[in-house]
């Protein structure tokens, strides 16, 4: 006759049908009302010699195992692999030393000629970032070529005469410009006037016709034609 029992969540010992008590927040099954109190207390059941869990964390009870372990023996298989099979294998096992060096040279030369053509290609190419042009040569002391047209300017806390530099944005060009020559001695906001200007570090490609800004601090100007 086969006796259905329960273990308990404490002690881990068996609980036979007609003893113990269940705890029904999260279903706990105690041995006895000592287990259940001594659960609600959170006493640990590890701390106590007498529960199963004391006994297993210090090895107590485990009958020891007699006799060594069989070592088994590794059997060697010979495998075919990606790209070769198990014929090609043998072959190159059974090929002479200096024939099996020979090719082993000549792939490697191949592959070094490969690399240094992939360099030398590399290098010619021109060595510019994707989305940007060349930067012109470094101009000397003074500016480069002048460049200008008809000015608005947006917002200026007092007057811009000839010298004044400023930030030229135009497309992807950022550079400081030195205004050379103005149509009328001074700019204030909302005037309009001629103006030629130099670059200030290198030269710079503008097509005729193209919508400049500059700006230095809070002052804002537009070149309406270049």
Not at 41 to 52: A, G, S
Not at 76 to 89: E, N, P, R, T
Not at 156 to 167: F, K, L, N, P, S
Not at 188 to 207: L, N
Request: aromatic share 8%; hydrophobic share 35%; with cysteine.
């Amino acid at each position: 006759m086969v006796i259905k029992t329960d273990l308990c969540n404490y002690t881990e010992y068996r609980i036979y049908p007609g003893h113990g008590q269940k705890f029904v927040a999260k279903v706990n099954f105690f041995i006895s009302a000592k287990a259940d109190s001594l659960y609600h207390q959170r006493i640990k059941p590890v701390k106590l010699r007498w529960t199963q869990a004391w006994r297993r964390q210090n090895k107590k009870g485990k009958v020891e195992e007699g006799g060594k372990k069989k070592a088994r023996k590794a059997q060697k298989f010979q495998k075919a692999i990606v790209g070769m099979s198990l014929d090609d294998l043998k072959k190159k096992k059974a090929m002479r030393p200096e024939l099996r060096q020979a090719r082993e040279q000549a792939a490697k030369e191949a592959k070094a000629k490969q690399q240094a053509d992939k360099k030398k290609a590399a290098s010619s190419k021109h060595a510019v970032p994707k989305g940007k042009a060349d930067k012109g040569a470094k101009l000397p002391k003074g500016g480069g070529a002048p460049a200008g047209g008809a000015v608005v300017i947006l917002h200026h806390a007092t007057t811009i005469r000839e010298g004044y530099q400023a930030m030229i944005h135009c497309g992807i060009i950022r550079q400081c410009a030195a205004v050379k020559n103005m149509s009328c001695e001074l700019l204030r906001s909302g005037d309009k006037a001629i103006v030629t200007f130099r670059w200030c570090y290198h030269a710079e490609y503008v097509c005729l016709g193209e919508t400049l800004l500059f700006r230095e601090g809070r002052t804002k100007g537009r070149l309406l034609t270049a």
